[in-house]
Each structure stands twice: as structure tokens, then as C-alpha cells.
């Protein structure tokens, strides 16, 4: 059965750093590219990033980019989200996500729990 | 950027049909994937490529895609269906490939 585990939430000043973590279980993770999504309080799902098998690519949302940083340690089965210079909008939880590929099309079939990240002062 | 445009509400009777749409420009050249969410839980994929069902989603999902809308339709609803349920879709020419619609809260009524 497939898992994801997410951690690494907590409060933050604005303009400080964190790193999130998500641990894979339950399939063969370096076969797979991996995705943070977050979701203000109340709002809804806004894709952040994504990092293929290897961590040969990387896409970011305008949002984050030149601010977040995604990795991945397969030896770990371990998913990463870098965050810096945080702002009080980039308040949300953040899930990691498996992705799944049919005919030319991408989707995420798996999803963790979340954890919140909280930026204020 | 590829917008995706949801309705923010339906609402429909037990034993009913609801239909959510999801708007965008010639939408029905691409793959559409449909996500529902309860309250406090993570979303859930209930719909890819436009009407595959996931294992463990009941046949009452069903899901259609043509010209400018993707529609997700659940048949006979029950009080449990009620969510919010998020359109998704893989823009391949883009650096941000995914792409939500704005998410659509399914009151049953």
C-alpha cells in the first residue's frame, strides 16, 4: 500500500527558511516523478513543484520559483521542499504527491496527509 | 497559462445526479483528471484521462470531455459525496505543467 508522509510544518517568521520532508513507502519511488502541492486555509490546491525520477528536472510554480528548491534522496525514498524568503501567502498545507502516467497525460494518483506551514510574525 | 474555470457551488438532492463542469480553451484536446476532497483529508483522484475510474471509486463516477468543458458527473448522490471535488490537467508546452481549476464544493442538499 502506498504511503506518504509528510513533516517539516511549523511556524514561521517571514523572510525565514524551512524544509519539508515526505517519506515514500509502499512502491518503488525512484521509479516515479514526485509533486508538492499546497492549499491555503480555505482556498484551493495550487501545484508548487515537481522532480523527476532522477531529480534530472525540476519545474516551479511562478510563486515559488527562485525561493523553493525540490529534491529527492532515492536511497531514502525521501521527497524534499526547500523553502526560503517565506512569505505570509505561502501560509498553507503542503502535500506531497505521486504522479501517474496513462497515455500522455499526467495526474496524481497518491497523495499524503499534508503538513502546515505557517508564516507570520 | 492555461486557466481551468470551475463553478465555486452545486448543490443537489440525495438520489440525484450532480454535474460538476470544468471550463478552458479547447479542453477537449486534452486529458482531464478530477480530485475530491473532504473536509480536513487530502484530496482523492476519482476520475483520469477524462473517465477512468480508479480502483475503489464507485461506477456512480463518471466523467466526459468535449470541446470547451470536462464535466464530472456522480449519479445518485449520497450525503458521503459531499466535497469538494478539483479538475486537473497536464499542460505538456508549459514549464507549469499542472494545472487546478479553482475547485467546485458539492452540497447535498
Known amino acids: 500500500e502506498v504511503h506518504l508522509v509528510e513533516s517539516g510544518g511549523v511556524v514561521v517568521q517571514p523572510g525565514g527558511s524551512l524544509r519539508l520532508s515526505c517519506a515514500a513507502s509502499?512502491?518503488?519511488?525512484?521509479?516515479?516523478?514526485m509533486h508538492w502541492v499546497r492549499q491555503a486555509p480555505g482556498q484551493g490546491l495550487e501545484w508548487v513543484s515537481l522532480?523527476?525520477?532522477?531529480?534530472?528536472?525540476?519545474y516551479y510554480a511562478d510563486s515559488v520559483k527562485g525561493r523553493f528548491t525540490i529534491s529527492r534522496d532515492n536511497s531514502k525514498n525521501s521527497l524534499y521542499l526547500q523553502m526560503s524568503s517565506l512569505r505570509t501567502e505561502d501560509t498553507a498545507f503542503y502535500y506531497c504527491?505521486?504522479?501517474?502516467?496513462?497515455?500522455?497525460?499526467?495526474?496524481?494518483?497518491?497523495w499524503g496527509q499534508g503538513t502546515l506551514v505557517t508564516v507570520s510574525s | 497559462s492555461y486557466v481551468l474555470t470551475q463553478p465555486p457551488s452545486v448543490s443537489v438532492a440525495p438520489g440525484k445526479t450532480a454535474r460538476i463542469t470544468c471550463g478552458g480553451n479547447?479542453?477537449?484536446?486534452?486529458?482531464v483528471h478530477w480530485y475530491r476532497q473532504k473536509p480536513g483529508q487530502a484530496p482523492v483522484l476519482v476520475i483520469y484521462?477524462?473517465?477512468d475510474r480508479p480502483s475503489g471509486i464507485p461506477e456512480r463516477f463518471s466523467g466526459s470531455n468535449s470541446g470547451n468543458t470536462a464535466t464530472l458527473t456522480i449519479s445518485r448522490v449520497e450525503a458521503g459525496d459531499e466535497a469538494d471535488y478539483y479538475c486537473?490537467?497536464?499542460?505538456?508546452?508549459?514549464?507549469?505543467?499542472?494545472?487546478f481549476g479553482g475547485g467546485t464544493k458539492l452540497t447535498v442538499l
Open positions: 509502499g512502491f518503488t519511488f525512484d521509479d516515479y516523478t
Open positions: 484521462y477524462d473517465s
Open positions: 504527491a505521486k504522479a501517474a502516467y496513462y497515455s500522455s497525460t499526467w495526474f496524481l494518483d497518491y
Open positions: 479547447n479542453i477537449g484536446s486534452k486529458s
Open positions: 486537473q490537467l497536464w499542460n505538456s508546452s508549459s514549464d507549469h505543467p499542472v494545472v
Open positions: 522532480v523527476t525520477w532522477d531529480g534530472g528536472s525540476t
